[in-house]
């Protein structure tokens, strides 16, 4: 490894070169642009119980909710951040694609990822474009964007907002817990 280049908690490498290439190449692998970042300006739990009800207003189901934060704390004693996935979807939507296509399964339902910010909550979604760059079928990614619409139309309902390019970087929190879980793996926890 060259001795410019360090690695960021995030096995992000660092260095003046690729410091630019993150700022002025979209779609580069150190500019990660397959997800819709947005905020909401309220604490997670309070944030959390909005979206949860906006998204059955607008005829969305949660098919699964993973709290990720406890999950993490039980199996390897790391305290994160409250965070949690939820699994979002349409029955109407899947079936179509379902029918149309087996792999459809491997999509729905769509990830929705909440994660505390201090006092607001970060919310981050499957960015649309990835569909179509990545190649899926039209029977599949139509539904799939009929359903995210959907996700994004409850969450605007609700007063969220799209995120600054400060959010993309870890928070200060994030290099606190990377520290706490470099020494356990050093001590051999």
Same mark, same amino acid.
């Given at each position: 490894? &060259?001795?410019?280049?360090?690695?960021?908690?995030?096995?992000?490498?660092?260095?003046?070169?690729?410091?630019?290439?993150?700022?002025?190449?979209? !779609?580069? &692998?150190?500019?990660? =642009?397959?997800?819709?970042? *947005?905020? +909401?300006?309220?604490?997670?739990?309070?944030?959390?119980?909005?979206?949860? %009800?906006?998204?059955? =207003? /607008? !005829? +969305?189901?949660?098919?699964?909710?993973?709290?990720?934060?406890? @999950?993490?704390?039980?199996?390897? !004693?790391?305290?994160? %951040?409250?965070?949690?996935? *939820?699994?979002? !979807?349409? &029955?109407y939507q899947f079936l179509e694609a379902f029918v149309a296509d087996g792999a459809a399964a491997v999509?729905?339902? *769509? /990830?929705?990822?909440? %994660?505390?910010? @201090?006092?607001?909550? *970060?919310?981050?979604?499957?960015a649309p474009q990835v569909l179509r760059s990545a190649g899926v079928a039209p029977a599949i990614a139509i539904p799939i964007h009929r359903t995210w619409r959907r996700i994004r139309e409850s969450l605007d309902a609700i007063g969220i907002r799209a995120s600054s390019r400060a959010y993309d970087d870890p928070s200060h929190l994030d290099h606190e817990v990377a520290e706490e879980v470099l020494h356990a793996e050093v001590k051999g926890l």
């Open positions: 490894m &060259p001795e410019n280049l360090q690695i960021q908690y995030q096995n992000t490498p660092i260095s003046d070169l690729a410091s630019e290439l993150h700022t002025f190449i979209p !779609g580069t &692998p150190m500019n990660f =642009e397959c997800c819709n970042t *947005l905020v +909401l300006d309220q604490p997670y739990d309070q944030a959390r119980r909005r979206i949860l %009800a906006a998204l059955k =207003e /607008h !005829g +969305l189901r949660v098919e699964f909710d993973f709290d990720v934060a406890s @999950g993490i704390r039980r199996s390897s !004693g790391v305290k994160l %951040a409250k965070s949690s996935v *939820l699994g979002v !979807g349409c &029955p999509f729905f339902p *769509l /990830h929705v990822a909440i %994660a505390e910010h @201090g006092q607001q909550t *970060l919310v981050r979604t499957l």
